[in-house]
């Protein structure tokens, strides 16, 4: 039988991740996911709804998102569908809850959240952070030399994509 489960989803996180760690040293996060959907109605009303998704990242990924992410900043995620399962304690009725386990993500946004558009509720006057240093890339190798009417060849980094 085929199957294939992949989630993409972006929305903004409803909380501070939760950092922990296994016994064995493995991070785990535990984030909130607000996802909005907004349409228009036959009349011309706009309506809006809310769906709230647990997602749990692990390793590096998770101790990135602790790190860099805070409640309200958008995040766009991709995963899988997980189904977990318990007993609850009060009424003794087995429980289930979908929640995403992370594989992929991808911070949205300027980078820093003390600028923002007139309404979004942050202050435009705040002074900028600067960006977080990109991570260290393991050093290319050296170009080959090329005839001096030539342009120099793009880099990795000059590729508008």
């Given at each position: ?34 996802v ?18 647990d ?91 090329q ?15």
């Open positions: 039988m085929a199957s294939f489960n992949k989630v993409i989803l972006m929305g903004n996180l409803t909380r501070d991740p939760e950092l922990r760690y296994t016994p064995k040293g493995t991070a785990v996060a535990k984030l909130g996911l607000a909005n959907r907004v349409w228009k109605t036959e009349t011309g009303e706009s309506k809006e709804e809310v769906t709230f998704v997602v749990d990242a692990f390793g590096r990924s998770a101790e990135t998102i602790a790190q860099y992410c805070k409640k309200g900043k958008p995040l766009l995620i991709e995963g899988r569908l997980r189904q977990d399962s318990w007993d609850d304690k009060q009424t003794g009725q087995k429980r289930t809850k979908l929640g995403i386990v992370l594989e992929t993500f991808q911070f949205i946004g300027t980078g820093n959240r003390e600028g923002g558009a007139p309404g979004s509720g942050f202050d435009e006057a705040a002074p900028r952070r600067s960006p977080a240093p990109a991570p260290a890339r393991a050093a290319a190798p050296a170009p080959a030399e005839p001096a009417d030539e342009p120099p060849m793009p880099s990795d980094d000059d590729v508008p994509f």
